[in-house]
């Protein structure tokens, strides 16, 4: 095991895996001279060149259809977004060209290609830099959706995803970026699709995924001052959803407390709620719980923006209304 | 004109453009008739424009369009009775009926498509002649797209990056002067497509494209242009449809007089003349092409109409590749016949020498 932080780990995926293959290659915003907005691809243009890690000027569309281009034809690049608020300009190039490539061309075509960077809460962004776009790219059938919340699962899912023959979504978090954790030494493969339970419990089921676990960790600590046994279960994948996981989780502890930063409506945790209620819900003891970013537009004031989004408490909170704990 | 075409190319050209302009006249019929649905936008009257193109270049030439795409397809030799199958949605067709008339693909003959969001397919096409420089192949992408995409954000953002990186690839706008009911110049600042070419350093050229030895010629010189240097060139093609937008365009926003004025430019009529006059090529043997390709067309529909609807099992394949699965190769599918299929080395094999930028450019300042 080695500690480094989530950015450290993203950043060996990258030089592994192009290490590994000459096809693989980097290409956004800052990625090269800059040395990566957030320091990502640090010290990647060194060492690969000009021609693998491409600065682009500040066209999103334009890059990230040049990278679906590219990975029509044999390459496989992988689209730094500086932000994804800044993929809403690109959005048909992801969804309507990568993302159906294999479809319209009956099956002729393949796209191995990832979509990488920040989403959610930067920190006093603002309304339009600080978005999750969770459900946005989740409800398209031909990509993939990563969304790692520790430095190991960053690495190797970045790698998994770079090896992927799909076009793959990978939402990290600037919040996220540094981060310390645990990373394996070595060959690192995250399986595209697996969620992990990330702490053991009976009482209740914590299901998350990318930040806001952990600030479930945090609740969980607490609420076992409390006695309540708490487990976390990380999706780190949206699509392919490992059902397997939650099924067995809701088994489990019968009841669940599902945690997103993005908006309710139609968020990705209502989606969670379909699938449990339609394929566990003789299991469940109660109705399940929703912690998700209040249904308003991200503002700069700190006050504000703190109080838009979970925290441990609102989580609790939640817990102990799923367990009929509720303090009067 | 001057051109120096040989017979045998000019025997090729006419059949092609014979072929496509019959095989429209029929998709139009059969989409009355109810075999076709949805979107079909013809591609009469600008066949010079993707035929002259296509055999001035290489057949290993990366190519990609928009949607009216059934002439592209047919000009790289894509099997008629396949691409009609998949305008009728049948399991022969090149998709398997997925995709229809919009979407077709021959990877086969390196024909990358026929995409339906205009200019979406601009970008690619820089992403596609990006991975030849990558690889130093001497391939060129040509890449097709209609007079209104030029409007789209995704064409400037394209002839920037494809300028600034020296991509080779060659930008063929067919200018038919409508994008759908509205004519070109009266939501464009500046009508002459070519001359934006200067705002990205690049080379711009405009030709006749009811002239398909003018745009034989053109783009042979472009193309060489384009492989040599290893950057990109904006060619505008001026050409004309004689249909609507779309089957479902009565195209009521265009003066009878206009499409009549058209009508003695044909580009089909104006090749037979001339091949006539300059007496390189004996009438009758026109005629016997001219005998052959309504014979493939007509096979073609009997191909389609004989040819199944896809199977529902295939509702759940073709969306994700699973580990391990192939490319499917469509004329190996619906036709068994053995086909040859475009591969690239792997990242284990390829050595990338290319520089993008100027190690000057690229490095960190010091001090």
Request: aromatic residues 8%; contains cysteine; glycine residues 10%.
């Amino acid at each position: 095991m080695a500690e480094m932080l989530y950015r450290e780990a993203l950043n060996q995926a990258l030089a592994e895996e192009m290490t590994r293959d000459a096809n693989v290659f980097l290409i956004g915003e800052e990625v090269g001279l800059y040395d990566g907005a957030f320091k990502v691809s640090q010290g990647l243009l060194a060492r690969f060149g000009s021609a693998r890690v491409v600065d682009t000027p500040i066209s999103e569309l334009g890059f990230c259809g040049l990278g679906v281009g590219a990975a029509m034809v044999g390459l496989r690049p992988v689209v730094e977004l500086m932000t994804w608020n800044f993929a809403l300009l690109a959005i048909d190039q992801i969804l309507n060209n990568a993302a159906k490539l294999r479809h319209m061309s009956g099956g002729q075509l393949r796209c191995p290609i990832v979509f990488r960077g920040p989403a959610g809460a930067g920190g006093r962004l603002s309304s339009q830099h600080s978005q999750e776009f969770d459900v946005v790219y989740s409800h398209f059938p031909g990509v993939k959706v990563v969304a790692p919340a520790t430095p190991s699962d960053a690495k190797g899912l970045l790698k998994s995803a770079i090896r992927d023959d799909n076009p793959v979504v990978m939402f990290e978090s600037e919040r996220l970026y540094a981060i310390k954790g645990d990373v394996p030494e070595g060959e690192l493969l995250v399986p595209i699709g697996k969620a992990e339970v990330k702490r053991e419990g009976n009482d209740v089921s914590i299901i998350t995924w990318s930040r806001m676990y952990y600030f479930c960790e945090q609740a969980a600590a607490e609420l076992e001052k409390q006695g309540i046994r708490a487990e976390i279960l990380d999706l780190r994948t949206l699509r392919p959803l490992d059902e397997e996981a939650i099924i067995a989780t809701v088994q489990k502890t019968n009841r669940v407390v599902v945690v997103e930063e993005g908006w309710p409506l139609g968020g990705f945790g209502a989606q969670l709620v379909d699938t449990i209620q339609s394929k566990a819900f003789d299991y469940l003891d109660g109705p399940v719980q929703r912690v998700t970013g209040l249904d308003v537009n991200m503002s700069y004031a700190a006050n504000l923006e703190n109080a838009i989004q979970p925290d441990a408490p609102r989580i609790i909170e939640a817990v102990k209304k799923v367990m009929y704990r509720e303090e009067a | 004109m001057g051109s120096t075409i040989a017979k045998e190319k000019l025997l090729t050209i006419y059949r092609k453009m014979v072929l496509i302009r019959r095989f429209e006249e029929r998709a139009g019929q059969q989409y009355g008739l109810g075999k076709i649905a949805g979107f079909c936008h013809l591609y009469i009257g600008q066949e010079a424009v993707v035929v002259g193109a296509v055999e001035a270049t290489r057949p290993d030439d990366f190519m990609l369009t928009g949607y009216r795409d059934h002439g592209h397809a047919l000009a790289r030799e894509a099997d008629p009775g396949m691409v009609m199958a998949e305008l009728f949605g049948r399991t022969g067709g090149y998709s398997k009926g997925k995709g229809g008339s919009m979407h077709m693909f021959d990877i086969e003959h390196y024909f990358y498509g026929g995409y339906g969001i205009v200019g979406g397919q601009i970008p690619l096409g820089a992403g596609m002649a990006f991975a030849s420089r990558y690889r130093n192949e001497d391939r060129i992408t040509l890449c097709f797209f209609g007079d209104a995409a030029a409007n789209q954000g995704s064409f400037h953002e394209t002839l920037n990056m494809a300028s600034k990186w020296k991509l080779p690839v060659l930008f063929i706008c067919e200018n038919n002067r409508y994008g759908m009911g509205t004519a070109f110049e009266r939501v464009s600042a500046e009508p002459d497509i070519y001359k934006r070419a200067v705002a990205y350093e690049m080379r711009g050229e405009v030709v006749d494209g009811m002239d398909v030895r003018a745009v034989y010629d053109m783009v042979k010189d472009c193309a060489a242009e384009v492989r040599s240097d290893k950057k990109p060139v904006l060619l505008e093609a001026r050409t004309y449809r004689y249909r609507g937008h779309s089957m479902a365009d009565p195209a009521t926003y265009r003066t009878k007089g206009e499409v009549e004025q058209q009508r003695h430019n044909d580009p089909i009529p104006k090749l037979r003349d001339q091949i006539l006059k300059e007496k390189s090529i004996p009438e009758e043997e026109l005629n016997r092409i001219d005998a052959e390709v309504k014979k493939i067309v007509d096979q073609a529909i009997q191909f389609a109409d004989q040819s199944p609807e896809p199977s529902l099992d295939e509702l759940w394949v073709d969306t994700i590749v699973e580990p391990g699965e192939p490319d499917v190769r469509p004329r190996e599918r619906v036709l068994g016949i053995k086909v040859d299929w475009p591969t690239f080395p792997s990242g284990q094999e390829l050595k990338v020498t290319w520089e993008l930028e100027p190690k000057a450019t690229a490095t960190k300042k010091t001090g």
